[in-house]
């Protein structure tokens, strides 16, 4: 029903191919593509480094995305309203703090809860972000903009200069994140899960492709009768809770956490996404993509350290994989719907 | 044809003498009345604030800027917008300390610097203009790319042999006053900026292009032009001022000015430019630098922590977008009172 529009809507151009079998070609090829660029870069860095095709290696890599998958997913379903969210790095620092905090000044708290609270506190910070975009207009760049510093400074306020270690921690908490099943990372797991439950929403429930549909075209949706404002606020919620879960795993996972965790994460982030194929322009995309895409960028990160080459071309190649996604990704769309060039 | 498409004053029924021009209406008064508050209050309650010392400390302070808020204004209200600005002014400064280190001599430094920065613009600009693509995910990932080089350059370390020349410019005031030299350099340049902004053709072009795409291509605007411009216009200025920073902080490091295109996005937001393009004025985003400055300095000397501070400027920022929405919602439930 929403994949083949029949009637065009007076004055509105729908942005969504009629066939569906395009749109579908797009994404299994999309996929394909990044699978293969996948395991290119896999072999690349084997063949260069010998301690890379270890089983400690791909842990690595496994643990490493799998925070990305799980703030990535949210930050997909903003993409896919047509919005953003630059406050995903700020969320996580906050969640992050506050979880590790409240576990350490509460050493005898089960740790359910302590995780219930981290989603909660993700899942209000997520709101004001939604609220502000859905209900009051406000472009979410701007929103988003101003929460990352917003948030960033409560975070500053609250934790001052102080560390939550892993000595302060429980082991329970620390636990959360370093079990693992036949090999595969608990962390990994989670992302898959959450990933997973996602995919599902998206692809298979009303709901999740009415939320794909508002962004692909808005006008249009609203016109169907969909609420569109209402899965953009959905999208920033879901995106501030998956970002409280990953706070709580950050500390877990890596012992320290202070002011400063996750400062910048969203362009790691937003790179991973935009890699996996989610189009800024609303509408597409897939969570399996942000899987994929997450595992580039963390082979790549993975794979430099190993053959020394300095952690300062990091951030460079990033910024590059973000242009050349958006700009391949255009082109592509360009080609597949033959409109000339629109801004 | 005026170019009074901002304008918010009422028809020709007003006096002369009681019409505003258009570019400085109420939004411009409402952050005149702000500064004038901020600045009692910070005075009464603060000794050092209203010092020829704090003047002439805050004004270079925050020179660096100020001269990059100059091209944002025109970019945010031509539609556009440049998030990688902070990392070309890293980048530039990087290179300008490079050039330096490599022996080249003051002004050719300089000079390396700006033409780093005008080509970073250019790519920002020939990926929008050119290839059409979203102004706000693409200087995303420029942002991290320009910054990216700047690390690769320098790496960890800081060069800090600026020439003499730089440093007094940064550092220094005009002979005998309290006014800094970057200051003067950067009245000159908004001087300019906004004259051609609100008078100039080139300034009517920005207008357009913010206010409608289409009617602005079908009038024959070459678009891509004017936007190429608007991008290339903004890394030269983020160079200049990487370099009037890196004289200022006597250093030049990669991450010099990591975060600021926030704080210049903010200020440009406060002075009253629509993120959407077409609307705001210039006189307004220097009202708003000032506003913006004022009030960084109170609570500087409040020892008010930075990220805090950078909160209440993120605060001011979504009130500048939310409360003209709320006015007008208010505004509009008045007008129609049966809905």
Redesign the interface.
Known sequence: MLDAPTAPVRGVTPRVPAEPSAIRGLLGRREVSLLIVLAGLVLLFALLSDRFATGGTAAQVLTNLSIVVIVGVGLAMVLMTRNIDVSVGSMVGLTAYFAADFSAENPGLPIPVVVLASCLLGLLLGSVNGALVATLRVPSIMVTLGTLYIYRGIDSAIAGSNQVTAQNLSQDYNDIASWDLVGVPGMFLYALLIAGAAHLFLRHTYSGRSLLASGSNPEAATKLGLASRRWVFVAFAVSGLLCGFAGMLWGARYGTVDSSVATGYEIVVLAAVVVGGVSVNGGSGSVGGVVVGAAILSVIAVGLALVNVSQFWLQAIQGLVIVVAIVSDVLIRRRLQGTGART | MSVATASTAAPQRQSRARRLPSWFGTWELTLVVLIVAVVVTASVTSPFFATGLNFSITAAGAAALALMVIPMAWLMISGE?DLSIASIFGVSGVVFGLAVEAGAGTVASVAAALVAGGVAGLVNGV???D????S???T??????????A??LL??RSISAIPPGVTRFAQGNLPGTIVPFSLVLFLLLALAAGVLLHRGGIGRKAYAVGSS?DVSRFSGLR?QRVKRGLFVFSGTFAALAGVVYAGYVSSAR?NNGTGLE?SV??IV?IGGVS??GGRGTFPGVVLSLVLVTVLTSWMSLAYV?S?????????L??GA??VP??VRRVQDRRARPTQ
């Open positions: 917008i990926l929008v203009a290839l059409g693509l979203p706000l995910v693409v995303v990932g420029t942002l991290g790319l320009f910054r990216g080089v690390y690769i790496e960890s795409l678009v990669a926030l996005i903010a937001l993120m959407f922590p990220n805090v501070q950078n909160t209440v400027v993120g605060l920022m979504i977008v939310v929405v709320v």
